[in-house]
């Protein structure tokens, strides 16, 4: 959250129009740079928070699965059952690419 110092420094730099802002210290962009370039490499897809009961068993083996593998148990989870449905849907007759979810 910023402070407000830093609120009216933001106000006062979005208020500035183009022309005003020194670029001199800023080398340029060529295509060459841009070359292998990937769209949406650092997006995030939209999650939800649910609620989902597991035994306690396969919860302790999640865990130790987890740690083992050095991520969260939460995300390691995740991604099981991420893998698995993309697993699903590609034997599945019901074909959902992942952007239309």
């Given at each position: 959250?910023?402070?407000?110092?830093?609120?009216?420094?933001?106000?006062?730099?979005?208020?500035?129009?183009?022309?005003?802002?020194?670029?001199?210290?800023?080398?340029?962009?060529?295509?060459k740079?841009?070359?292998?370039?990937?769209?949406?490499?650092?997006?995030?897809?939209?999650?939800?928070?649910?609620?989902?009961?597991?035994?306690?068993?396969d919860?302790?083996?999640?865990?130790?699965?987890?740690?083992?593998?050095?991520?969260?148990?939460?995300?390691?989870?995740?991604?099981?059952?991420?893998?698995?449905?993309?697993?699903?849907?590609?034997?599945?007759?019901?074909?959902?690419?992942?952007?239309?979810?």
């Amino acid at each position: 959250m910023p402070t407000k110092k830093q609120k009216k420094e933001l106000e006062a730099l979005a208020a500035m129009p183009d022309e005003e802002i020194d670029f001199s210290d800023i080398p340029e962009i060529t295509d060459k740079q841009w070359t292998g370039a990937v769209r949406g490499l650092f997006a995030r897809p939209e999650t939800r928070h649910i609620s989902i009961r597991l035994s306690a068993v396969d919860l302790v083996l999640a865990n130790k699965l987890a740690a083992a593998k050095g991520l969260p148990y939460q995300t390691y989870i995740k991604s099981l059952l991420h893998e698995s449905l993309v697993k699903e849907n590609s034997k599945s007759d019901i074909l959902i690419s992942e952007e239309s979810s």
